[in-house]
């Protein structure tokens, strides 16, 4: 009895890590809205380290998105991003010799990312002519809560 009592103490101690945890980065804010969240958008969006391009490409969406919807270009993308950036996802837990998909909350930073990938992969699959047609596009249609990806819940 003594075995059992010694091994279910040792099952619940937490192992440290070998290493420290590493550091958090942190983005800075665009030039032109002071946004974290955009500077994340367009390193998503950069090919090949070509940021510039990327931010020229963003910054054309939104002028497109304003001037099709008569709204603040800003505000349909962050409504966009939240139409589009998941809830709940599967993961695969093992149970005796089944695998099983267990529905789980998304963390927000991966909800933001998760989000913003889609965002750009709907975008990169239209049919329209520019990349800056594309992404406007995309950001019209998920701030109405249409287009290819919609939200899972």
Known sequence: ????????????????????????????????????????????LMYDG???????????????????????????FKKALNNVMPSVEVKSRRVGGATFQVPTEVRADRKLSVGMKWLILYARKRGEKTMVDRLAAEIIAAAKGEGDRKSVV
């Open 1 to 44: 009895m003594l075995r059992a009592e010694a091994w279910a103490n040792i099952k619940n101690l937490t192992i440290p890590m070998r290493k420290a945890k590493p550091k958090k980065r942190y983005v800075l804010p665009d030039p032109k809205f002071r946004d974290v969240m955009v500077t994340k958008f367009v390193n998503n």
């Open 50 to 76: 070509k940021k510039s391009t990327a931010f020229n490409i963003f910054y054309g969406a939104l002028d497109k998105v304003e001037d099709r919807t008569k709204e603040n270009g800003l505000e349909t």
